[in-house]
């Protein structure tokens, strides 16, 4: 039972963080290879908060999240500024993401790479569960507000939605600081369950995991990507499939996508389309 | 020991400039980042290994075999994760997505089957050194450097002498004006990605023996992304002039500041000039076209 119990915290963690991609790569149409490094942001400073400075858990969660928005600023700001092409913004968050990994693999405070032993562990499943669906709700309401809509215009057509008035560079940069907050919370979760953080959690790889849910659970839907980060975390964690063969799937996938079902699991509908009488399956998202 | 930095700092940016030229190449004619770029070097590093210690080839055998090797896994990866995309004019979000799942697939096949153990080659070139003035270079380091060199100019020969090559530097220019004057597209991008398979199999031996042979090894061509984007993306002259200064700026930083800022200095390097000079060195206009 606790096995499957802390499974279920885990996807559940997970899918926070993929939330968070989804606003980004999912609603603006920017690819982002570095969405671990702001998972561990949040998952260090929370971390580090209640470890050496007995900070509450939840005044340290948040600073976690806080703490990633900021870091994100650092690197959003000048890319975003430049408006690089979407592989050249890619290219550019891979290497801020490994960058940041070589940095806290060699900070005094973060105990380089042994990693942080000994977080009191006070993530629990209520507490995960409060999390996720106020993230939902909360991106729920920012999609459907006027940043949410400029948004999807952007990543329909920047120039067009330029045209009519949306500022890119602002957009952008609001929608990259809510996802990285989003990433922040999910690490400071993920320290206060595991108890033990380390660099290497938060690799390349990672932000794959991450980039592969958003993907493959469709681009431009909130409940796809958080129902394929589940079905990620969850089955092979449960038929005891090996890490390397998953992510040997992961890969495989990620090609059977693109080449066949490129708007992924749920295309840009949501769930609740299916069970709405007169709903247009096709969601009223995709203008 | 300046001098012996300095040619230190050439031949790793000798083998930079040899993986950021078969980036360099696909990133031209189809113009997307190929991530998978990494896999298929590390595949080719391995099929070198396989080459030396199973048949125990000599280094020239085993050269030919990982060029050849790398370079039709390569067009098999073109085939099998891009030309259906390619067809149907897809964004290029799509295929750097599809080249990512091709990475991630290819390295975790070889974790899960080959394992995670480093390999060794056997030492080709045994410890053997050249002096210069009062400093020691290995003769490695040397000939890794000449050898890019001449595998570059090559290539260069190649695509500005040969009627293949005119067709490769038309596609560059204009796929669909290239393709109404006769060209096969697919054979041109057939060709286009064994030259870049060949050039990483090239890579992958002098990596392997440099260093050692691993499933991750791949990622080193992060470097070569950073290469590329210094000399300016889809630029050939670019990517050995990125891979140069990056294989001496990185040693020096390495030897005289810190080795393991060395990372960090590089990937900044990478961000300030993806912001100042996305068109790098030498690069041509890269303005998102509406």
Not at chain 2, 196 to 209: D, E, P, R
Not at chain 2, 237 to 265: H, I, K, Q
């Amino acid at each position: 039972m606790d096995y499957i119990l802390s499974i279920v915290i885990l996807a559940c963690i997970n899918m926070i963080a993929v939330l968070g991609l989804s606003i980004f790569t999912g609603f603006t149409g920017l690819f982002s290879l570095g969405h671990a490094a702001f998972v561990a942001v949040g998952a260090y400073t929370s971390a580090i908060l209640t470890y050496y400075y007995y900070v509450p858990f939840y005044l340290a969660l948040a600073a976690g999240g806080v703490a990633a928005g900021l870091v994100s600023l650092v690197i959003g700001v000048p890319t975003l500024r430049a408006k690089l092409r979407s592989d050249y913004f890619a290219i550019a968050i891979l290497g801020f993401g490994e960058a940041l990994r070589v940095i806290l693999e060699n900070l005094e405070i973060t105990n380089g790479a042994r990693g942080l032993p000994g977080i009191d562990g006070f993530t629990t499943l209520p507490v995960v569960l409060v999390c996720l669906a106020g993230g939902v709700l909360v991106a729920r309401n920012f999609l459907r507000s006027r940043w949410g809509a400029a948004c999807i215009a952007i990543r329909e057509d920047p120039v067009a939605a330029e045209m009519a008035g949306v500022r890119l560079f602002r957009t952008r940069l609001l929608s990259l600081a809510v996802s990285a907050v989003y990433c922040g919370l999910s690490g400071g979760l993920l320290a206060h369950f595991l108890s033990f953080i380390q660099p290497v959690m938060f690799t390349l790889v990672q932000s794959t995991q991450l980039l592969a849910a958003v993907i493959a659970g469709g681009m431009g839907s909130i409940s796809g990507p958080l129902i394929a980060s589940f079905v990620f975390i969850a089955l092979p964690e449960a038929l005891r499939v090996a890490q390397m063969w998953r992510l040997v799937a992961y890969g495989l996938l990620l090609v059977l996508i693109m080449v066949y079902r490129p708007q992924g699991l749920m295309g840009y509908s949501e769930i609740s389309a299916f069970f709405r009488k007169n709903g247009n399956p096709e969601g009223r998202s995709r203008s | 020991m300046f001098l012996q930095t300095l040619i230190t700092g050439l031949s790793i940016g000798g083998i930079y400039a040899l993986m950021a030229v078969g980036y360099s190449l696909v990133f031209s004619v189809l113009n997307f980042s190929n991530f998978a770029h990494g896999a298929v070097i590390m595949l080719g590093a391995y099929v070198g290994l396989a080459l030396a210690t199973k048949f125990s080839l000599g280094f020239g055998l085993v050269l030919a075999g990982s060029i050849a090797g790398a370079g039709i896994i390569a067009v098999l990866n073109e085939r099998l994760a891009y030309s259906s995309l390619r067809r149907r004019k897809a964004p290029s979000l799509y295929l750097m997505i599809s080249a990512m799942g091709c990475a991630v697939f290819l390295e975790n096949l070889v974790y899960a089957t080959i394992g995670s153990r480093f390999y060794a080659f056997p030492e080709f070139f045994g410890r053997q050194v050249i002096s210069i003035g009062r400093s020691s270079v290995s003769l490695l380091d040397v000939g890794a450097f000449l050898f890019a060199l001449a595998a570059i100019l090559g290539l260069h020969l190649f695509i500005t002498r040969t009627r293949t090559g005119i067709a490769i530097r038309a596609g560059v220019s204009d796929m669909t004006m290239c393709s109404l004057m006769g060209v096969d597209l697919d054979r041109l991008i057939s060709i286009v990605f064994l030259l870049a398979g060949g050039f990483a199999g090239v890579a992958g031996v002098f990596l392997g023996i440099k260093y050692l042979v691993y499933p991750t090894m791949g990622w080193v061509t992060n470097k070569a992304y950073i290469a590329a984007v210094i000399g300016g993306l889809g630029s050939l002259p670019g990517a050995l002039a990125g891979g140069l200064v990056l294989g001496v700026v990185e040693t020096f930083v390495s030897s005289y500041v810190s080795s393991v800022m060395r990372d960090v200095f590089s990937f900044t390097l990478l961000i300030a000039f993806l912001v100042w000079r996305p068109n790098g060195l030498l690069g041509q206009d890269s303005e998102e076209k509406v």
